[in-house]
């Protein structure tokens, strides 16, 4: 280093990087603490509201989920001001409806993205990628407003929970073409060589090698997008509005759902029965999401060998 | 089961761009075959034209013959796939499939291409493991990842899978170059047997190399940046290294290349 000081002797003293050997500069220090601090920080800002959420729905709510009624009863013949019953109704409608709009999206979804990043070419690959992005910001209440004028102004059909499932598609197909495409550029194109050289046709390679490597990637995208149809609202309130029974078929009528639920109680949160209730309702939600999640964790974790 | 290659007047473009031009050659069964010259000279995107490999970039197309013995590889009722089952390919990094397990990665030629039978597929998996001298390294944990073996490895497993599906040629585009010196050795000892199975060809940037393994050398070069590669000249090995006819050849070798 100290040679470098003698034989830069045309170089300007400001242009010098320092010599380095020395201690840490102090302003390079305080800098960097000043930097850990910034994220630290912005961390714990990100955490408030979602620990506060947890807590205030669990505190409030929670207890519910501990009696076996919550999971196996419905609120049919259940006031507001009575207590008991159980949200199964809500439960199973949410679970019918996400697995209804997974079946129809994930198909959609992952075949449209396979399309984009193994075939797709030129203009119309443009085209397609843009209208995904263009479908991507929908809101849902519009995504709702088109389904029911599609569904039941245009072809007559009445309102129903599928109808909610078409709306929900429109929302999750973009999250899954999305997250799909981003894991399947991940893929080495080695891999895809690697398999050509075998003779390997091209659709094998993609449904056997490329596929199956980017399977996990897949699946938390697939979540994610369920994640967020399963707390979808305007849908479900404008196509099928809540049912306080067990109801299980997709094409006739009412159906209750979990967001649903908290929707009809939430205009009488004095009363304490109806309010736990609600709160409760939040509370499976979100364990239903995070169910899923750690379910979606251990399939793909099944699916690597490194076991 | 060793088959000729006959290469005559070959162009090789990307898109627009003529990559390689001009290119006649003979590959003999049954030997090793040496491609050398400098980077982006297209000695690799001319092996790629030999297992019809280069048409997977897009754009990638040839003029010209390529015959197998007295098969058209370009001819218009010749499907590429079979053409990769005919001629297999080992790359320059090792790339087993990360999603399979040991055995899965040397089968996989033929399991995806609808050979089911267990029995078969584990006789094929030890044969191939053997013929790439592999086979002791890893038989006690065939169900285990082929990512995670060592890089000489995994080159070795690559090559167990090539040869896996039977090839007639064997091409290597820069097999060892990922690869320390044990490693190196370990495939040059393997290329040298292969040879008596299948018709070698193989891309290397190390004359060494080029000058151990290889029966025949073929010495590619390029004018200038940008301006097709092409074929300077072909030989026996011996002659290129020791004696060779052109002075850029020469040049090459010697070091005082640019």
């Known amino acids: ?307 | 089961m060793a088959k000729r290659i006959d290469v005559s007047d070959l162009n090789v473009y990307y898109g627009d761009f003529k990559a390689v031009e001009g290119v006649s050659m003979t590959v003999e069964p049954r030997s090793v075959t040496a491609f050398i010259g400098p980077s982006g000279c297209g000695k690799s995107t001319f092996l790629r034209t030999l297992n019809r490999m280069h048409e997977v970039i897009p754009g990638g197309r040839v003029e010209g013959k390529v015959m197998l013995d007295d098969q058209d590889l370009y001819a218009a009722d010749v499907d590429p796939v079979g053409v990769r089952r005919t001629v297999g390919m080992v790359f320059q990094r090792p790339n087993p499939f990360p999603t399979m397990s040991i055995r899965d990665n040397v089968v996989a030629g033929l399991r995806l291409n609808g050979v089911k039978s267990k029995k078969a597929l584990d006789e094929v998996a030890e044969k191939s493991l053997r013929g790439a001298n592999l086979w002791n390294e890893v038989k006690d944990r065939l169900d285990k990842p082929g990512a995670g073996l060592s890089g000489g490895q995994q080159q070795r497993l690559c090559i167990a899978r090539a040869i896996a599906v039977e090839p007639q040629v064997l091409l290597m585009d820069e097999p060892c170059s990922a690869l320390d010196p044990i490693s190196t050795l370990a495939i040059e000892d393997l290329i040298n047997q292969l040879k008596e199975t299948y018709t070698i060809v193989i891309v290397t940037h190390n004359m060494q190399q080029a000058a151990r393994v290889s029966d025949r050398t073929a010495f590619f070069n390029l004018a200038e940046t940008g301006k097709p590669g092409r074929l300077i000249e072909m030989d026996d090995t011996a002659t290129i290294f020791n004696n060779p006819n052109e002075k850029a050849t020469e040049d090459y070798i010697s070091g005082r290349f640019g």
């Open chain 1, 1 to 307: 280093m100290s040679t470098l000081d003698t034989t830069s002797g045309s170089v300007p003293q400001t242009a010098r990087l320092t010599s380095g050997l020395g201690p840490k500069s102090s302003s390079r220090a305080i800098k960097d603490r000043a930097a850990t601090v910034v994220m630290w920080l912005a961390f714990l800002i990100a955490m408030v509201p979602l620990v506060w959420i947890l807590a205030t729905v669990v505190m409030k709510g929670g207890s519910l989920l501990l009696h076996a009624d919550w999971w196996t009863h419905s609120q049919q013949g259940i006031t507001n001001r009575e207590e008991g019953g159980g949200a199964a109704h809500a439960i199973q409608g949410t679970l019918i409806q996400a697995a209804m709009t997974a079946l129809i999206a994930v198909p959609i979804g992952v075949l449209t993205a396979v399309y984009l990043v193994e075939y797709g070419g030129g203009r119309f690959k443009r085209v397609v990628s843009f209208m995904v992005d263009i479908l991507t910001g929908v809101p849902s209440i519009v995504a709702a407003l088109f389904v029911y004028a599609v569904w039941i102004t245009t072809l007559g059909f009445d309102r129903m929970a599928f109808a909610v499932c078409l709306a929900l598609v429109l929302l999750m197909v973009p999250v899954v073409v999305r997250s799909t495409e981003e894991m399947l550029k991940l893929v080495p194109n080695e891999l895809r060589e690697a398999s050509y050289a075998l003779g390997v046709p091209k659709w094998k390679t993609i449904t056997k090698v490329v596929l199956p490597t980017a399977f996990s990637g897949i699946v938390t995208g697939v979540l994610l997008g369920l994640a967020r149809v399963m707390g979808e609202t305007a849908p479900l309130l404008i196509l099928a509005p809540y049912f306080r029974s067990i109801s299980t078929n997709l094409f006739d009528g009412l159906m209750g759902t979990l967001p649903t639920m908290i929707n009809a109680g939430r205009d009488n949160m004095a009363i304490e029965a109806n309010s736990e209730r609600v709160w409760a309702s939040a509370c499976t939600l979100i364990v239903l999401i995070l169910v899923l999640n750690l379910l979606g964790r251990l399939i793909s974790r099944f699916n690597k060998l490194d076991r």
